[in-house]
């Protein structure tokens, strides 16, 4: 085997966001940049060297010829195990269960999620640390500062069997490659959290009863084994479930604006009495029931409230988290059940340590993510089948399971608005909302406000983050939220949140978009959108 040893120089734009590297495909293209990517990972993670590495991805277009480079990568690094899904696919939650259940240090998941795939689309790469959780603040740091002083980057010369070819490979004297199924592993883990039976009685009860929408991206292949062949279902309730590199042309994003037709079918009288759909990587889930969908806020609200019918969890639950934008309603419930309530900056790598440690075993984002402690990403087909066996615990509908909670414990009514805006004109919104938080407090549009700008310490490592978005609060239970996106790959997108508390004896039955235009037009004129940018039409409603 001849190692090379490749001279390069540093890219300046390979710091990781939310979730990992993503950029256009056609950056990822250029010479060196995945390699000097890569590298900068095996030179921060020295303890890969001698030890078990998975690697998966969405099947998103280049994904292969990446899974490619990083084999030949790892061998040169000294990496003595592959672990890879048969043609370098895996979901991203089956991807972190198997470096846990492996036993591996780490794992490289070749995911640019949801965002557009195809040759003009995005790519990108993320690091997830033993025990399959993402890299944490710390670490992407150290990864960023290495991609700026990197020389050179090993790459090992060998030939390399075909990727679909399950079973064990020699790659040299020192590395064997594993090329696994995908799928089992990841089924065999949903069959221990739930009880299967009972589901299987709630989906065979009518034809009809529930659907699935993989948006031809990697879960339908994960959601045909879980739901038809596991439990029975009719292969008609799988929609796009076979998986395309560039998703058949959408943006597989499970939300109400990108996944609109899937949305429509629950409108009709003849609807289903279940939705539940997934994003590019499988890690997202949107819950939808007859004419209605379910904000990703009150989902995990519902879940932790209702967490006793769901056998991985029942009698276990010590504490829960959200992510700062996340709607208080995880909250409310938290107190109920008198166990504590992490806020956390967006972003799953938050999580991670308080699963790792044992104080939290469910958690979530209002962006289409939920999960518990099965796993350290957050998991969309696990989310689906919650709301399977709480409808077949509770024999009741998506809409009695939703009232039923609001009249317990009040509602939180919740909205994201989204701004595309150019670079400049997101930093200086931004700018402009920092001069509320040096004052605290203030007073606009009729309301008294308290402003701040969210910090937040992991308790367990005690690392600080600081501007993770800036929060106003009114002394009436309402909320408003500001942060920039960190997973695009263009300019800049601005994310409002927007969130208001009512009692359970108040009226929680009021539509969504009335209660919340107050709080619109305030963030508008607290963020100064009009004359700052010009546009105050928000990009995606969701
Ligand atoms: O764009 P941002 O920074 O707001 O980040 C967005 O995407 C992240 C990654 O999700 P996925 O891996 O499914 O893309 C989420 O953790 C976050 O809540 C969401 O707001
Ligand atoms: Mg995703």
Redesign the pocket.
Known sequence: MTIKVIETTPFSDQKP???GLRESVARFREPHYLNNFIQSVFDSVPDLAGARLVIGGDGRHFNREAAQTLIRMAVANGVSEIILGADAILSTPAAAHLVALEGAAGGFLLTA??NPGGPDGDFGIKFNVRGGGQASAELTDRIHARSLQIREYREAHIPLPRLDDIGLHSLSEGCRLRIVDPVNAHADLMESQFDFPAIARWLQARPGRFLFDAMHAVTGPYAREVFVRRLGGDDSLLLNASPREDFAGGHPDPNPVDAADFVARFATADAPDLGGAS?G?G??NMIVGPGRMVSPCDSLAIICANHDCIPGLAGRLKGVAR?MPTSRALDTVAQALGIPCHETP???RFFASLLDAGQIQLCG?E?F?TSSDHVREKDGLWAVLAWMQMLASHNCSVDELLERHWQRFGRHYFVRHDHALSSEQGDAVMAHLDQHTDRGRLTLGGYELSADSFSYTDPISGHTVTRQGIRLHTDTGGRIVFRL????TQGA?L?IYLEQAVAADADWRQDRDGVLEPLSRLALEAANLRKLCGETTPTAVI
């Open positions: 966001g939310t979730a999620s949801h994003d990587d890690d997202r992510s967006t972003g799953w984002e962006s993510g996106s960190g997973t695009g997108t994310r």
